[in-house]
Structure formats: C-alpha cells, structure tokens
C-alpha cells in the first residue's frame, strides 16, 4: 500500500474537519444542512456558504490526489454538493407560483421563503410570520450555480429546469430597486419587520446576473436553449446603485459587515478599487474589535440587555445596545480570503492569526468557528466605559456551520492545496482590473431615398433601411416584446420576462432570431412614445449621453452597435435641408469622437463582422409555439426567403428581400401594418417601408392650422358668445364645424380643448367619413400638427389632455429612489404636496402624479418631463445631487418658472407660459443650470411665421453666451439690437419682438394661467420682477430660493445637526419639533436620519425661508465644538432666525435705510433684504445669526463667555 504524503495527510485531516462538522448534518434525503441539530429549519443562504468548503475540497483532492481512493473521495465530495444544490432547487422549484406572481407585484408576500424543512423541502413559516423576502440569499445561490458549472459539476438536468433558473434570473433583475429584509433577515434595524434597499442585496444580484449571462446550464454538452440570457441594463442599474450606496449598507445601516461579501468574495461586486478599499476600512473601523466584526452598529441580537420575548426593538433601545454589540469571528474569514485574493500575505496572516486565537478546540485538534462573541451581563457597565476592553464568551451556534467552511475554504487556499482562482472559474476577482477603452460603433440609416441625397449633398454617405437588408432594423419596443417570451414555459405556467423598457446596452447589438440578423434603434427615438423625441436637439443630447455611458459600461464580447436612423422629422426649410444640431453631429461622429466617446460611424455591413451578436433561441419555432401577436408579427414578416447571400459568414441560406417583396397582395402590407401598430409600433413607415404604410386610418379636414397672428373669430368671443343648443348647454357639434373652419393652431386646441372639457375625451364627433372618430382621434391630429411646427406649448397642453406618460416613468422614479433620494410631487404644502419613499408601478405612479397634479395638465406632463431628466443626471453626474435627500419636483417646477420670469422681466403668468414654451432640450438645460448653480441666458427671438421662439443658453463669467463669445457674431448682435439689449441678475436677455401669449379664453390660456403660480410659493408679488434696477440686486435672494427648492444643505449638515441634538432637548420650527430621542434610534452616518431632517425642515414651504433656518441651524452647531453644557429645553430655530431679523433691520434703519429698503416678507416677517445678503461680510447673514444665538442661549454659555467676531 503506498503512503501518504505530507499534502494527503493534511487533507485528510481538512476532510475529518468537514465530515464532522458540516456533512454529518446533511439529510441523506433532501440533500440539505439545517441550522443546528435542535433546529431543523434549512436557510438558502447558510446552506450555500456551507457547502461551499465540501466544494473546495473536492476540487483539492482532485487537484493533489496520491492515489485512486482521492479521486473517488474528490468525486464523493462533489456529488454531496450536486445533492444540496439540487435540494434547495427543489425547494424553490415547489414556489413557482410565488416567482410567477414577484415578478409583477414585487411584493414582500410574493416572495420565496428563505427557510425550508430540511426532510421534506417544504415551507415552514407563514408568508407574513418572517423576512422572506432576501434577494441576496436567492442571488448567492444563482452565483455559485454559475460557478460550480463552470467548474465542472452537472447540477441542471432538464429544460424545465433551466427556465426556471431563468426565471429566478427575473426574480433578482429587480434588485436595484425592490426593498427587501437583507441577510440580517430583518431589514430596519429596529427589527420591525420593514424592509429597505440593501447594498448587500443589490451587490449580491449584480454578481448572480454577471455569473450567469451567456452561461450554459448543461456545461459543455449542451445546445442554445439551456443558455441564460440577462438583460444587460438591469446589471449597470444594479451597478449605479450600488456604487451610489456605499459604503452605507442602507437607510438605517450607515455600514456593515456583510459587505465584505459584495465588495470582496464571494461577489467581487464592485468595480472601482477606491470604493472597495474605502467601504473595507469602514468596517475595520467602526466595526471590527478582539473577536471579530459588529455586523452593524447598534445591533441588538445576543446582547446581554436584548428582550428574546419579543421580536422588534423599541426606537430609544437601540442607543444602549451601543458598545455592546457581538462580534462575529466569521467576517475574519473573509478578510482572509480577501487577502488570499489580493495577494496581500501580510493581511492573510495577521486574521489567520487572530481567528485561530478565538476558535474553539475539541478533541481530536478539531477547530470550531462559533457563531459570535457576547459580552457577559455582568460586565456591561465596564464595556461601556471601556469598550473592546472586557472578555467575552462565545454564544450562539457552535460551530457556526457559515463561518466554519468559509474558514476551511480559506486554510485550503492559504496552504496551497487550491488557487485563488480555482473557486472562482468565471474570474469574477477581476472586476477590478481596468478594462481597455471601447470603440461605439454608429450605423447610420436614413428614413427614404431624399434624405439619403441630401445627407450626400453635406458628402455624408448613408444606407436607407431598403438597402441594408437581409439586416431587419426595428424599434425597441419590439426587443422588449420578443424579451417577454425568454423563460416562457406553459407547463410550469412560468410567463417569461415581464415587459420592461428596454436600454442602450440591449439595442446595441445585433440579434440572430430564426437565422435572421436584427438591428433596434434606440427608445430615445420613438417619436410618438413622448414628445421628447421631436426635439431634435433632445435626440442629439441623448445620443451623447447614450454613447458616453457605452464607452464606460459596455463589458460584452464584440463593440456595440447604435443603430441612429435619420428621419423625415430631422430635415427643415422644406426638407431640402438637415437640421444643424443633426447635421452637425454626424459630422462629429465621422470625426471619430462625440461626447467624450471613440466612435466609428459606417455602414451596417461594414461593422457586421467586429459588432456584438447575440442568438435568441428561444424564439424558434417548436411544437409548442406560443401563438401572441409578437410571433404572428414575426411569421408575417419573415414569411418568405430571399435569393440574396447571407452578410454573415455563418454558412446559411439566403435572408430575406424587404417586405415588399415578401408580400403578394395589398391586404398583407396592411395586416402587418396592422400588427405592427398593435404591438405599439407607431412609426411603420420607417420599419415597414411601403407607400401604403403612409396614411393614417383618420383624418380630419381641418383647414391648414398655422401660427400666423391673424385675427382669431373665436378670441373676439367670451364664454357667453359660445354656440348653444336648444337647452342652453354648449353646441359641440357647432363647435366641431367652428374647428374645421379655424386656421389658427391655437384656436383649434381651444376648441377642441372645450369640447373635451364638455363630453370628454371619448366623445364621437359623428364625423360622415369617419363615424368612428372621438375627439381623442382629432386631439392626436392636432398634437401630430403641434409636432410638425415645433409648438411646444401646445405640444406639452395638447400631450396632457391625451394623458401621455412616459414609458421609461417609472424607472426614472426608480432610479432617483435608489440613489437615496425621496420625490415629492405637486406644489407644497401637504397634503397636495405628495411623497415617494418606494418604487411604485407605472399605473400607479401615473395615477399619483395625475392626482397630485390636482387635473393639471401643464403640471402633469411638466412633472413626468421633470423627474425623467432628474433620473439622466442622477445617472451620469451624481455630483449634482450631493447633499439633497429630498426631491420635491413640484417647488423646482415653480423655480424654473421664476427663473424664466426673471430672465424674460415678465410676470409669473408669462414666466409660465414661457417655460411651457421651450423645447425638451432647453428644459432640460435649464433644470441643470439651477442644479449646478451656473449662470445662464435665455433669448427671445421670432421665427418666420411670427412666432416666439425661447431658447436658453450657457454665459461665461462675462455674462456673455458661447455665440457670443465666438466674435463676429457678438459685434452683429450689438450692431442690430444695442438699443434692446437689457441685463438682469447674472442673465443676458435679447428681445426681438413682442412677446406672445394665448388668446385669453376658457380653453388653453385659462388652464395655464392657473397651472403653477397659484401656491404659496411666493409672497406678495415676488416674480414680477420689474422693480430690479441693479445686476446685483436679487442675486442671494436667488440662491437662496433655488437651494431651498432643492432641499440642498451644506456638507456634513446631519452631522452636526445629530451632535447638536445630543446637546439639547430639540430643535422646533413653528411647532413641529425634532426630538434628540432621534439620535437614540439613529446613527449619524444614517439615510434614515438625514430624511428625519429633511421632513423637519420641509414644514416650511416657503424656500428661501428654509435656506435661512438652514443657516441658523448650522450656526447653532457650532456651539458643539465649544464647551457647551447640556440644554434642557428645546431651541426654537425661528426664534433666532427673527432676532437676527430684527438686528438687522434695526442697524439698516440706524444707517438710514427707508420703509421700502426694508419691506418684509408678508408670510415670514423677514427683510426681503436680508434675503438678499451673502452669508458673509460686515452686513452678511451669519453677522446676525451668530448675534442672534449668542443673545438666545446666553444662559447657557460657558463662564468664560462666547466671543462674536
């Protein structure tokens, strides 16, 4: 018999320490571990880091096997973690209904259980009696299903299998925005059963859908239908999130423990190594001690000093279990395995060293990792006052089955029977590794032969759609729709992917269905989604950012491809000509750089060979075809093959003619035009190009609507001129002959817009061509005209009588949400003024948004236009938001306006009606110069058919704008217009005519002028700014107002406000009190608190008043750094904010200032001028404020008194 080496007896030794502790457990049945031998329950998560060690050294004995018996003990091993995996697939297996009912509801009762009996796998807690809902735990599972295939083992055996785990793959997409209980099984750390966004989860799904993408379930030996695909967009979503949210852990975790998994193994989540290493020494700071790591400060389990009679926490206790909480010896094990990983032996050492000082030995040399570390009862007074200092006992689970493997896995790692990279085969460690830059490639296609000449006419050379093919070019919406068929299986009644908007990084691939090759353009582009595709700038803008983000987060095989199609709406002065913006783009994309990105702009078959392809097998045909309208669409327009050759080198037959040819009858086009419009195609004509495809099932013969200013017959009318019936009540059907009639544009919304007042949306005008035509019909006429001119006033009117929403709503409001930051909607004060603390569905959110519009429409439509571009900035510059935990749109909405009545010196009216007016593009600048803080000018000019046309622009420190820096066109613009030129606060203003506004009536005009002016937004007449003579004068009166709007604060203000509230009993602002019993449930890192503030400060609905008591607040914490004794009252903050007032009224009247210098604010009693003064200086606000605070607490002061400078 041959001997051991030194290596086998080791082995053997790691194979006594798992059989003992870890197999001997595992029900020979169900294949499952339960938690302890007196708790039989079996949790998704422990059993999958516990089988994890079983893994590891199966791979080691296959890896340094001395003799045969190794290789049947490595195969021995491997089989016990096939029967766990399988096991808890089976569990899972007997919910489908719950996976099947989450992935609409997102629901914490929908979800699958996070326990199991370990005899039978059945559940064994009701729905509501626990946390189920972890998304981290499902996500664990998935990640090492990923990676045990990848090393070898068969665990998936059927094709039902396989579309179940590609169901769970929609069950954990959601991640980024789904508020689960975390691995902690809690959520709030008050222990109240809420549950929260957790970092751990979102990091956790992140890797799970990175692990499986492209990934065969069958291994090698198996064909397209067992690969799972994952939607690209919902990792980087995930990402965003989770690179947002770190180090905090979530909203009432400023840190924990558990991260070390996210940001190290198992999940290596985290891309920037800054980030890992910073969340890493947050929890070596705050959280590790002589026994291991706190999972979370203040956490009460297994204290000395916890109630086990009752499950929830009341909020005061929290603060005692502070310097009391347990340390758990199992986060040593991940930092040694980080080490390993890291290749940072010294940090290997030292928590080897450390953790073999506080396991527990049993005969045999048999190491035990127990569950945590307590501080005993009698010692709690000691540990307060000294904390880390008093001996603790081990408690709870021993071994703690999680932690012992992760030990075992990590000593095989350390002494060399395994490589760091042998437990992760799919090379997750790398995340960190820079990846080389990306080249966007850009195939641009143009609508029709007449813009393929004119683009050539500016020697740009172009493919129209006809010309591509067999490449088949389709909107977005369609890939969406085939999507919703991935994972569906009628058996199982599984529906597949739940139809979501689909991203930039899905569409920008090639996709290989039924051996057909598809390209998707963009959603950006769909023109009759929303009206921002009609800006023509907006598209552009988008473009920008769209291929910025592919540069940066693009991680697929093969470049992308941005299929950029050029349509009829894109060319002016008659369609002889392109639109600069457009024109100028291409221009930039042949140049190779646009946006910051590297950009290769050809034809399509020229980037066929270097593009990223993707094969959807799952949309063959098969006996069991689902039979929806996607696959007749499908059927009809791959119905017949074409003789041309295949672009690709794939060896196939011949693709396909366009569809044209591949129809034989004029009832064909049509039915497919047909089925296309069903599935929400609206621009048919561009993906089906046929002469036929051009008309629209109604029209109306309205006389040719026109902006021109002639004189309206309905604006000589009042209401009392209207056409009546025999009943006095409105002729509608007169009103509908007055609109056939009517050549102003305008007019005819008026109309129109009282007619939907009067019978509503659905009435049918029993128009004699048409009977079937209801005013929703003439409404999409008119709003496809208002299109055509660019009239974006009536645009946006005309948009929210058709209630229009925005598909991508929802997700904008998702992705603001999980950036932690809440949204209110409507104007202040509450109730109108409605808060989103959770992600809500699209009907839902829609329906709030209507309601807090109170039948708004401008307010409708402006708020979705709003929180869309919020959710872009949030994405691509985060930074802007920095210090804002609130959004309240409503108030921005209202800033904006202001914004414009100042620029323009108009009323708030006018000011309104303007920014109604701008395009997308400009709305959308604006917002972000009031974001940013930059200066801006907005011009008034009047296009050809006498029409004003706004738009806004960037100014330097000169307050000039880019046009007019450029030189020749400055001195032009002085030349023509000097006697005009006007300068208000930091804005250039040029007017070239009058401005125009709506006829006043009933209709359009009316609805405006009470959509936002209307709230207590302002005092007195504070938007007509008429009265300001001086550049300088409003200025601070401005920021104040914009930075209050934006709930923006200065940095570490919760901090300080946190210290403050240990030094006194609260802070009050007009009786609403933020009691210091906050800081016994909170920390000061926390969202959670931040948010108290936030709701605290937001009882006072005017902005700049807010802003101010901002300031008062931070000068009275500053007392904290100061000797300040305990304050047993509470601090009315608007008390010294009107002290301060006083101060400075009385030494500006002893200066010699008037009654109409010092005007007051009618709603707060404060001098409109000390708004108006920067916070520093002789007359500044803090002069007064720090006054005021001395004045207000003299009592208590230290004895050696407060100097104020």
Same mark, same amino acid.
């Given at each position: 018999?041959?001997?051991?080496?030194?290596?086998?007896?080791?082995?053997?030794?790691?194979?006594?320490?798992?059989?003992?502790?870890?197999?001997?457990?595992?029900?020979?049945?169900?294949?499952?571990?339960?938690?302890?031998?007196?708790?039989?329950?079996?949790?998704?998560?422990?059993?999958?880091?516990?089988?994890?060690?079983?893994?590891?050294?199966?791979?080691?004995?296959?890896?340094?096997?001395?003799?045969?018996?190794?290789?049947?003990?490595?195969?021995?091993?491997?089989?016990?973690?096939?029967?766990?995996?399988?096991?808890?697939?089976?569990?899972?297996?007997?919910?489908?209904?719950?996976?099947?009912?989450?992935?609409?509801?997102?629901?914490?009762?929908?979800?699958?259980?996070?326990?199991?009996?370990?005899?039978?796998?059945?559940?064994?807690?009701?729905?509501?009696?626990?946390?189920?809902?972890?998304?981290?735990?499902?996500?664990?599972?998935?990640?090492?299903?990923?990676?045990?295939?990848?090393?070898?083992?068969?665990?998936?055996?059927?094709?039902?299998?396989?579309?179940?785990?590609?169901?769970?793959?929609?069950?954990?997409?959601?991640?980024?925005?789904?508020?689960?209980?975390?691995?902690?099984?809690?959520?709030?750390?008050?222990?109240?059963?809420?549950?929260?966004?957790?970092?751990?989860?979102?990091?956790?799904?992140?890797?799970?859908?990175?692990?499986?993408?492209?990934?065969?379930?069958?291994?090698?030996?198996?064909?397209?239908?067992?690969?799972?695909?994952?939607?690209?967009?919902?990792?980087?979503?995930?990402?965003?999130?989770?690179?947002?949210?770190?180090?905090?852990?979530?909203?009432?975790?400023?840190?924990?423990?558990?991260?070390?998994?996210?940001?190290?193994?198992?999940?290596?989540?985290?891309?920037?190594?800054?980030?890992?290493?910073?969340?890493?020494?947050?929890?070596?700071?705050?959280?590790?001690?002589?026994?291991?790591?706190?999972?979370?400060?203040?956490?009460?389990?297994?204290?000395?000093?916890?109630?086990?009679?009752?499950?929830?926490?009341?909020?005061?206790?929290?603060?005692?279990?502070?310097?009391?909480?347990?340390?758990?010896?199992?986060?040593?094990?991940?930092?040694?395995?980080?080490?390993?990983?890291?290749?940072?032996?010294?940090?290997?050492?030292?928590?080897?060293?450390?953790?073999?000082?506080?396991?527990?030995? &049993?005969?045999? /040399? *048999?190491?035990?990792?127990?569950? $945590? %570390?307590? #501080?005993?009862? +009698?010692?709690? =007074?000691?540990?307060? @006052?000294?904390?880390?200092?008093?001996?603790?006992?081990?408690?709870?689970?021993?071994?703690?089955?999680?932690?012992?493997?992760?030990?075992?896995?990590?000593?095989?790692?350390?002494?060399?029977?395994?490589?760091?990279?042998?437990?992760?085969?799919?090379?997750?460690?790398?995340?960190?590794?820079?990846?080389?830059?990306?080249?966007?490639?850009?195939?641009?296609?143009?609508?029709?032969?007449?813009?393929?000449?004119?683009?050539?006419?500016?020697?740009?050379?172009?493919?129209?759609?006809?010309?591509?093919?067999?490449?088949?070019?389709?909107?977005?919406?369609?890939?969406?729709?085939?999507?919703?068929?991935?994972?569906?299986?009628?058996?199982?009644?599984?529906?597949?992917?739940?139809? &979501?908007?689909? /991203? *930039?990084?899905?569409?920008?691939? $090639? %996709?290989? #269905?039924?051996? +057909?090759?598809? =390209?998707?353009?963009? @959603?950006?582009?769909?023109?009759?989604?929303?009206?921002?595709?009609?800006?023509?700038?907006?598209?552009?803008?988008?473009?920008?950012?769209?291929?910025?983000?592919?540069?940066?987060?693009?991680?697929?095989?093969?470049?992308?491809?941005?299929?950029?199609?050029?349509?009829?709406?894109?060319?002016?002065?008659?369609?002889?000509?392109?639109?600069?913006?457009?024109?100028?783009?291409?221009?930039?994309?042949?140049?190779?750089?646009?946006?910051?990105?590297?950009?290769?702009?050809?034809?399509?078959?020229?980037?066929?060979?270097?593009?990223?392809?993707?094969?959807?097998?799952?949309?063959?045909?098969?006996?069991?075809?689902?039979?929806?309208?996607?696959?007749?669409?499908?059927?009809?327009?791959?119905?017949?093959?074409?003789?041309?050759?295949?672009? $690709?080198?794939?060896?196939?037959?011949?693709?396909?003619?366009?569809?044209?040819?591949?129809?034989?009858?004029?009832?064909?086009?049509?039915?497919?035009?047909?089925?296309?419009?069903?599935?929400?195609?609206?621009?048919?004509?561009?993906?089906?190009?046929?002469?036929?495809?051009?008309?629209?099932?109604?029209?109306?013969?309205?006389?040719?609507?026109?902006?021109?200013?002639?004189?309206?017959?309905?604006?000589?009318?009042?209401?009392?001129?209207?056409?009546?019936?025999?009943?006095?009540?409105?002729?509608?059907?007169?009103?509908?002959?007055?609109?056939?009639?009517?050549?102003?544009?305008?007019?005819?919304?008026?109309?129109?817009?009282?007619?939907?007042?009067?019978?509503?949306?659905?009435?049918?005008?029993?128009?004699?061509?048409?009977?079937?035509?209801?005013?929703?019909?003439?409404?999409?006429?008119?709003?496809?005209?208002?299109?055509?001119?660019?009239?974006?006033?009536?645009?946006?009117?005309?948009?929210?009588?058709?209630?229009?929403?925005?598909?991508?709503?929802?997700?904008?409001?998702?992705?603001?949400?999980?950036?932690?930051?809440?949204?209110?909607?409507?104007?202040?004060?509450?109730?109108?003024?409605?808060?989103?603390?959770?992600?809500?569905?699209?009907?839902?959110?829609?329906?709030?948004?209507?309601?807090?519009?109170?039948?708004?429409?401008?307010?409708?439509?402006?708020?979705?236009?709003?929180?869309?571009?919020?959710?872009?900035?949030?994405?691509?510059?985060?930074?802007?938001?920095?210090?804002?935990?609130?959004?309240?749109?409503?108030?921005?909405?209202?800033?904006?306006?202001?914004?414009?009545?100042?620029?323009?010196?108009?009323?708030?009216?006018?000011?309104?009606?303007?920014?109604?007016?701008?395009?997308?593009?400009?709305?959308?600048?604006?917002?972000?110069?009031?974001?940013?803080?930059?200066?801006?000018?907005?011009?008034?000019?009047?296009?050809?058919?006498?029409?004003?046309?706004?738009?806004?622009?960037?100014?330097?420190?000169?307050?000039?704008?880019?046009?007019?820096?450029?030189?020749?066109?400055?001195?032009?613009?002085?030349?023509?217009?000097?006697?005009?030129?006007?300068?208000?606060?930091?804005?250039?203003?040029?007017?070239?005519?009058?401005?125009?506004?709506?006829?006043?009536?009933?209709?359009?005009?009316?609805?405006?002028?009470?959509?936002?002016?209307?709230?207590?937004?302002?005092?007195?007449?504070?938007?007509?700014?008429?009265?300001?003579?001086?550049?300088?004068?409003?200025?601070?009166?401005?920021?104040?107002?914009?930075?209050?709007?934006?709930?923006?604060?200065?940095?570490?203000?919760?901090?300080?406000?946190?210290?403050?509230?240990?030094?006194?009993?609260?802070?009050?602002?007009?009786?609403?009190?933020?009691?210091?019993?906050?800081?016994?449930?909170?920390?000061?890192?926390?969202?959670?608190?931040?948010?108290?503030?936030?709701?605290?400060?937001?009882?006072?609905?005017?902005?700049?008043?807010?802003?101010?008591?901002?300031?008062?607040?931070?000068?009275?914490?500053?007392?904290?750094?100061?000797?300040?004794?305990?304050?047993?009252?509470?601090?009315?903050?608007?008390?010294?904010?009107?002290?301060?007032?006083?101060?400075?009224?009385?030494?500006?009247?002893?200066?010699?200032?008037?009654?109409?210098?010092?005007?007051?604010?009618?709603?707060?009693?404060?001098?409109?001028?000390?708004?108006?003064?920067?916070?520093?200086?002789?007359?500044?606000?803090?002069?007064?404020?720090?006054?005021?605070?001395?004045?207000?607490?003299?009592?208590?002061?230290?004895?050696?008194?407060?100097?104020?400078?």
């Amino acid at each position: 018999m041959r001997g051991r080496s030194n290596s086998g007896v080791r082995l053997d030794y790691y194979a006594r320490l798992v059989s003992n502790t870890i197999l001997c457990h595992q029900n020979s049945v169900t294949g499952l571990l339960p938690a302890t031998a007196d708790q039989q329950n079996a949790w998704v998560r422990d059993n999958v880091y516990s089988i994890l060690a079983v893994w590891g050294l199966g791979m080691a004995y296959r890896k340094n096997a001395d003799r045969d018996e190794d290789k049947a003990k490595a195969y021995e091993l491997e089989q016990s973690v096939v029967k766990l995996m399988r096991g808890l697939l089976h569990c899972m297996m007997k919910q489908m209904i719950k996976v099947e009912c989450f992935k609409k509801s997102l629901s914490t009762k929908d979800a699958l259980h996070a326990k199991y009996d370990n005899a039978t796998c059945d559940t064994v807690v009701d729905d509501d009696k626990w946390g189920h809902l972890q998304i981290d735990a499902t996500s664990l599972y998935l990640l090492y299903l990923a990676q045990m295939t990848a090393s070898g083992l068969h665990i998936i055996f059927t094709l039902d299998e396989v579309n179940f785990i590609q169901n769970l793959v929609f069950y954990i997409e959601v991640a980024y925005k789904v508020a689960d209980y975390g691995m902690w099984e809690r959520g709030d750390k008050t222990n109240r059963g809420i549950p929260e966004l957790n970092a751990s989860s979102v990091g956790m799904a992140k890797a799970a859908l990175e692990a499986l993408d492209e990934l065969n379930l069958f291994g090698a030996n198996g064909g397209p239908k067992s690969v799972i695909h994952v939607m690209a967009d919902e990792v980087q979503l995930c990402q965003f999130i989770l690179q947002s949210m770190l180090p905090r852990a979530s909203p009432s975790k400023e840190i924990d423990a558990g991260l070390l998994s996210v940001i190290s193994f198992p999940a290596f989540a985290v891309e920037d190594i800054e980030l890992v290493e910073l969340t890493k020494q947050e929890i070596i700071t705050k959280l590790q001690g002589r026994y291991g790591c706190c999972r979370f400060l203040r956490d009460g389990y297994k204290t000395p000093i916890e109630d086990p009679t009752r499950l929830h926490y009341e909020n005061a206790e929290l603060k005692l279990f502070e310097n009391l909480e347990c340390e758990w010896p199992l986060f040593w094990t991940y930092m040694i395995l980080d080490g390993l990983f890291n290749k940072n032996q010294q940090q290997v050492e030292e928590y080897r060293e450390a953790l073999h000082a506080v396991l527990v030995l &049993r005969p045999g /040399g *048999i190491h035990l990792v127990p569950e $945590l %570390y307590a #501080v005993p009862a +009698e010692k709690m =007074a000691e540990e307060y @006052q000294n904390p880390h200092t008093v001996s603790r006992v081990n408690m709870g689970k021993l071994p703690h089955m999680w932690g012992q493997s992760l030990y075992i896995l990590g000593s095989l790692v350390a002494e060399g029977f395994l490589a760091a990279g042998e437990i992760d085969p799919l090379n997750r460690r790398f995340s960190t590794i820079p990846r080389p830059d990306v080249v966007v490639q850009v195939a641009i296609i143009a609508e029709t032969e007449k813009i393929k000449k004119v683009l050539e006419k500016h020697g740009i050379s172009v493919e129209t759609v006809t010309e591509i093919m067999p490449i088949r070019v389709q909107p977005a919406r369609v890939l969406s729709r085939i999507y919703a068929r991935l994972g569906y299986n009628k058996r199982m009644a599984l529906s597949g992917r739940p139809y &979501r908007h689909m /991203g *930039i990084l899905g569409t920008s691939k $090639l %996709y290989l #269905v039924r051996d +057909e090759i598809f =390209a998707f353009t963009p @959603q950006f582009v769909d023109q009759q989604q929303f009206y921002l595709a009609l800006d023509n700038r907006m598209i552009v803008d988008m473009l920008r950012t769209e291929l910025s983000f592919l540069c940066r987060c693009w991680r697929k095989t093969g470049r992308p491809i941005v299929t950029f199609p050029i349509l009829q709406s894109m060319l002016i002065d008659d369609g002889t000509s392109l639109d600069p913006y457009v024109l100028s783009t291409l221009r930039k994309l042949q140049d190779g750089y646009f946006g910051g990105a590297r950009v290769h702009a050809a034809n399509v078959s020229t980037l066929l060979v270097t593009s990223c392809c993707t094969r959807l097998s799952f949309m063959d045909l098969g006996p069991e075809e689902h039979r929806d309208d996607l696959t007749v669409y499908l059927n009809k327009l791959l119905e017949k093959k074409a003789t041309k050759p295949a672009l $690709l080198s794939s060896g196939k037959k011949a693709s396909l003619h366009r569809f044209r040819a591949a129809a034989h009858a004029t009832r064909d086009v049509v039915s497919l035009a047909q089925k296309a419009k069903e599935l929400g195609i609206q621009n048919v004509s561009f993906y089906l190009r046929n002469s036929l495809l051009n008309e629209s099932s109604y029209k109306l013969n309205i006389a040719t609507a026109s902006s021109t200013p002639d004189p309206p017959e309905l604006s000589a009318m009042n209401t009392k001129d209207l056409p009546t019936d025999k009943s006095g009540e409105l002729d509608c059907k007169a009103l509908m002959e007055l609109l056939k009639k009517c050549s102003s544009l305008e007019e005819q919304v008026e109309i129109i817009h009282l007619i939907y007042v009067t019978k509503g949306i659905d009435w049918n005008i029993e128009h004699d061509q048409y009977p079937e035509m209801t005013v929703y019909d003439v409404l999409m006429e008119l709003y496809t005209k208002a299109g055509n001119e660019q009239n974006w006033g009536l645009i946006r009117y005309i948009s929210g009588m058709l209630h229009k929403k925005l598909e991508e709503l929802d997700e904008a409001c998702t992705t603001l949400l999980s950036h932690q930051k809440h949204l209110t909607i409507g104007l202040p004060p509450e109730p109108r003024e409605r808060t989103i603390t959770a992600p809500l569905p699209y009907d839902e959110l829609a329906k709030l948004i209507e309601e807090a519009s109170d039948k708004d429409h401008s307010l409708f439509i402006l708020t979705q236009e709003v929180m869309v571009y919020l959710a872009m900035y949030a994405r691509t510059e985060p930074n802007l938001f920095a210090e804002m935990f609130r959004l309240r749109i409503g108030l921005i909405i209202q800033v904006m306006a202001t914004e414009m009545s100042n620029c323009l010196k108009c009323s708030g009216k006018s000011g309104t009606q303007s920014l109604m007016s701008v395009k997308p593009s400009d709305l959308k600048t604006l917002l972000h110069h009031i974001l940013s803080g930059k200066e801006f000018s907005v011009e008034e000019n009047i296009d050809q058919s006498t029409r004003t046309l706004i738009s806004i622009h960037d100014v330097d420190h000169t307050g000039a704008t880019k046009s007019e820096r450029a030189g020749i066109s400055k001195l032009k613009l002085e030349m023509m217009q000097m006697d005009k030129r006007k300068f208000s606060p930091g804005v250039f203003n040029t007017e070239s005519g009058t401005f125009k506004t709506f006829d006043d009536s009933d209709g359009l005009h009316e609805a405006l002028k009470q959509s936002l002016m209307s709230s207590e937004f302002t005092s007195s007449d504070e938007l007509d700014v008429g009265d300001f003579v001086d550049v300088r004068h409003g200025q601070w009166l401005r920021r104040r107002r914009i930075d209050g709007a934006l709930n923006r604060v200065p940095i570490g203000f919760y901090q300080r406000v946190w210290r403050m509230l240990q030094k006194c009993k609260g802070l009050s602002i007009e009786n609403y009190v933020l009691h210091s019993s906050t800081t016994e449930e909170m920390t000061p890192g926390e969202i959670k608190f931040a948010v108290q503030v936030e709701t605290f400060l937001n009882c006072v609905p005017q902005p700049e008043y807010r802003q101010l008591l901002v300031e008062t607040i931070l000068v009275l914490t500053m007392l904290v750094d100061i000797d300040l004794q305990y304050i047993s009252r509470t601090i009315h903050i608007e008390r010294i904010a009107q002290t301060a007032n006083s101060l400075f009224m009385a030494e500006q009247t002893a200066l010699g200032a008037d009654d109409g210098m010092l005007e007051k604010d009618p709603a707060t009693g404060i001098c409109n001028l000390l708004y108006d003064s920067a916070p520093s200086g002789r007359f500044g606000t803090m002069t007064y404020l720090l006054k005021a605070t001395a004045i207000y607490i003299e009592d208590f002061l230290p004895e050696d008194g407060c100097q104020v400078q």
